[in-house]
């Protein structure tokens, strides 16, 4: 049974730092697009960032890009979201996810998806 599950997640001050795991178990993540997207209250779920199937060609929203860096761990099925600088508005639950054949930050696509993890960024 394909499965994803998200760690990570806790309470960090503006400025700090998180890394947020997304593992696999019942499939092989790098034959699948992986994306991390959040949700905060009130809001629709948006796309943070994917990392493609094969090549690892990596996309970020415009609100994390330089702050925030996925990466993929073949041999541990495990992809990673490094989280630097973080803002009160990063404050989300945040999701990973798999597809298999597209790349995108949209989230209907998606095929699998983890329970999520809490991020909070307050002082």
């Known amino acids: 049974q394909e499965q994803l599950v998200e760690s990570g997640g806790g309470l960090v001050q503006p400025g700090g730092s998180l890394r947020l795991s997304c593992a696999a178990s019942g499939f092989t993540l790098d034959d699948y697009t992986i994306g991390w997207f959040r949700q905060a209250p009130g809001k629709e779920r948006e796309g943070v960032s994917y990392i493609s199937r094969r090549d690892g060609s990596t996309l970020y929203a415009d609100s994390v890009k330089g702050r925030f860096t996925i990466s993929r761990d073949n041999a541990k099925n495990t992809v990673y979201l490094q989280m630097n600088n973080l803002k009160p508005e990063d404050t989300a639950v945040y999701y990973c996810?798999?597809?298999?054949?597209?790349?995108?930050?949209?989230?209907?696509?998606?095929?699998?998806w983890g329970r999520g993890t809490q991020v909070t960024v307050s002082s």
């Open positions: 996810a798999a597809v298999h054949f597209i790349a995108t930050l949209s989230p209907a696509p998606y095929d699998y």
